[in-house]
């Protein structure tokens, strides 16, 4: 018996098993009911119960020990069984996720949307392609003013009456001719212009238009919301000052520099040593403007606005070639995927 014992302990060291087949040939062998270790206990109940006390202890360790070798190989092999069998290098990093973004133009509009959403201005949108009468007639342009120039304007099928608006005034006189006062709007959109493609000047580009129209509205208000406006987007140290200037649909008319945002003022090659730049036209709205859209000019005043968002963006972000805006280069509008 003895004997029997030992050269099994001896081969438990050795026993190995190439996969699940084997080891279960061997624990068959060792374990099963016919097994070495059933026919060793049935040995063991013949024998004298002074050798059964020697022998039983050592019969159960050979017991468990086989059983813990078949285990432990059993788990082995069946992990390598799973591994994966694919040439794909599983450690390798994974590609970095590049999330979308809005392109700058609309993240300006947005901001500047909600700068006169706060004090509660509504937002309108109306057509690109318009007439003589609301592009330029209504909003007191006289019939030889060089604006009209097919230089400077697209105008369609050689119809001079039809055009691509050339900025968004004209959506002044939509809005006047639908609405009565109290009007207070801002309208944002695309405007065209009869240009040669530049860093500097393109055929379409985008403005915001701001107008308010009530009883008593008067120039101070203007200067009031366009210093909240500057302050708001630019920052709260940001003087503005307005120079007198002319356009045919407001009077008085002005157009608004601010400090310089990239030298606070001092002076840099930026704003050519003066310490401003310019970022808007406004004035007060001309009176035949208002009787244009049948509004009372003597009952009611209002004031105007227009910006380029281009040269807005181009003060925020130092984007200074217009083209970059329509070439839709990834690697350009990417920059501004954490802006928005
Ligand atoms: N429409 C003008 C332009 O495109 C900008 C402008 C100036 C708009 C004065 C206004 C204004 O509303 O009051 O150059």
Not at 108 to 125: C, S
Not at 267 to 282: A, H, M, P, Q
Not at 318 to 339: A, G
Request: hydrophobic residues 35%.
């Amino acid at each position: 018996m003895k004997e029997k014992i030992d050269k099994i302990f001896e081969d438990i060291k050795q026993l190995n098993a190439k996969d699940l087949n084997e080891l279960e040939q061997i624990r068959i062998y060792y374990l099963g009911k016919k097994g070495v270790l059933n026919a060793l206990f049935d040995e063991f109940k013949t024998l004298p119960p002074e050798e059964k006390k020697i022998y039983g202890k050592q019969l159960n360790d050979l017991k468990n020990q086989l059983q813990n070798f078949i285990n432990t190989k059993k788990e082995e092999l069946e992990s390598k069984s799973q591994a994966p069998t694919s040439k794909i290098d599983f450690s390798r990093p994974a590609q970095l996720f590049h999330s979308s973004s809005l392109h700058p133009i609309s993240i300006v509009r947005n901001r500047i949307i909600n700068i006169f959403a706060r004090i509660g201005y509504d937002v309108a949108e109306d057509i690109e392609i318009e007439d003589d009468w609301h592009n330029f007639t209504a909003l007191n342009f006289p019939p030889d003013h060089p604006a009209r120039d097919m230089q400077d304007t697209f105008f369609i099928e050689k119809n001079p009456d039809i055009v691509l608006r050339t900025h968004t005034s004209s959506v002044q006189i939509r809005l006047m001719e639908k609405e009565k006062p109290p009007i207070r709007y801002i309208f944002p959109g695309r405007v065209y212009r009869n240009e040669a493609i530049s860093s500097r000047s393109h055929v379409f580009f985008h403005q915001i238009e701001g107008l308010y129209v009530d009883h008593n509205v008067s120039f101070a208000d203007l200067k009031d919301t366009l210093e909240y406006f500057a302050q708001s987007l630019f920052d709260k140290d940001t003087k503005i000052r307005l120079r007198p200037s002319y356009f045919p649909f407001t009077e008085p008319s002005a157009e608004m520099d601010i400090s310089c945002n990239l030298c606070g003022g001092r002076g840099c090659s930026f704003c050519k040593n003066t310490g401003w730049v310019e970022i808007l036209g406004c004035g007060m709205v001309h009176p035949n403007v208002l009787k244009n859209c049948g509004i009372d000019s003597d009952e009611y005043t209002g004031f105007a606005f227009g910006l380029g968002i281009e040269r807005i963006t181009n003060l925020l972000f130092s984007v200074n070639d217009l083209r970059l805006f329509s070439e839709n280069d990834i690697k350009f509008l990417h920059q501004f995927s954490v802006l928005d």
